[in-house]
């Protein structure tokens, strides 16, 4: 007796054994459709994304909605900063880490600026930048260079430099280069009051605009100074750095050329003042030499127009390496 009920006990649990291994095989059939099915979805929805993005890179007049910015900018960079500024009035201190840096308000895309088409966009470029000036006596021979060797550069000046020396300004313009804004008094930005913002960046970027004739005016916030205040009077791309050639505290042009030399790479934005002699002495030395290993020297609208379809208002760009 006790060993037949056993028996049917035993039948029992085998029958129960198969339901659940049933419920369990359904289980997993719905689970497997399901990740297909949101897997899928998913797929299209990122696909659309890319779709719109590409739409705005082509089409760099539309103004790009705030989701879209996610994917190539970063928002890590707190230190493009004030942290470290020096007395010293030309020279800036802190050091961008990170490629682009996006500010809180909405991005507008830019007119680019003349672009060369005889860039090859397959190869090497990186930008040289000159702050400070334009000086009336290193300025001029530095153009020289730059053209002899086909190469561009952006000239990020200064309203009291740019008094009186604007047919500088004209002719770079004419060979190809870029003028930035570095504001009219190189003043720590930060620690303006509204009035002073538009005295320092309305005004300097008017004046530029007038006498180049540029649609979009880069700008570079003296000491890489700048806070979400700051960008709401910035209606052009921030330009910072990735190598700092510390020309301003070396003034030594074997020291600049040297410091280039160890740290250049595809895509760097490299920082020289062209107030300095000495600086200048070391970019007529380095142009050719850039040249030699294949680098092509661009505008920062030109870098920003091969590496990302061109530079938008409220990003901070530290550097433009390859995507
Ligand atoms: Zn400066």
Redesign the pocket.
């Known amino acids: 007796m006790e060993y037949e009920i056993a028996k049917r006990k035993h039948r029992k649990r085998k029958r129960r054994n198969k339901e659940i291994v049933l419920v369990f095989s359904i289980i997993v059939a719905v689970i497997v459709v399901a990740v297909g099915l949101f897997g899928n979805s998913k797929l299209k929805k990122s696909n659309s994304g890319k779709e719109n993005k590409d739409r705005i890179d082509n089409d760099i007049t539309k103004v790009t909605d705030e989701g879209e910015k996610s994917s190539d900018e970063v928002n890590t960079n707190e230190n493009a900063s004030d942290e470290n500024p020096t007395e010293d009035?030309?020279?800036?201190t802190t050091q961008p880490s990170t490629d682009e840096t996006s500010g809180s308000e909405t991005t507008v895309a830019q007119e680019h600026n003349a672009v060369s088409d005889e860039i090859d966009p397959n190869k090497p470029m990186v930008a040289l930048t000159f702050?400070?000036g334009p000086s009336s006596e290193n300025t001029g021979r530095l153009l020289d260079a730059l053209k002899e060797n086909n190469a561009h550069a952006t000239f990020?000046v200064?309203g009291y430099n740019v008094d009186g020396n604007e047919e500088i300004l004209k002719r770079a313009v004419q060979e190809g280069n870029e003028i930035g804004n570095?504001t009219s008094n190189?003043s720590k930005l930060t620690s303006l009051d509204d009035a002073g913002l538009t005295s320092e960046i309305v005004n300097m970027r008017q004046k530029i605009a007038d006498i180049t004739g540029q649609s979009t005016v880069v700008i570079?916030p003296?000491?890489g100074a700048v806070d979400d205040h700051v960008m709401t009077f910035i209606t052009d791309p921030v330009v910072l750095w990735s190598i700092d050639t510390e020309d301003w505290k070396t003034r030594n042009a074997a020291a600049t050329v040297q410091n280039i030399q160890q740290n250049v790479y595809d895509g760097a934005i490299i920082l020289m003042?062209d107030i300095h002699a000495e600086s200048v002495d070391a970019a007529i030395q380095i142009i050719p030499w850039l040249r030699e290993q294949g680098y092509q020297m661009v505008t920062m609208s030109e870098l920003g127009y091969y590496r990302r379809g061109g530079l938008q208002t409220g990003i901070r760009y530290g550097a433009l390496p390859p995507e």
Do not use: C, T
């Open positions: 009035s030309s020279a800036e702050d400070d990020f200064v570095h190189h570079r003296p000491y003042h």
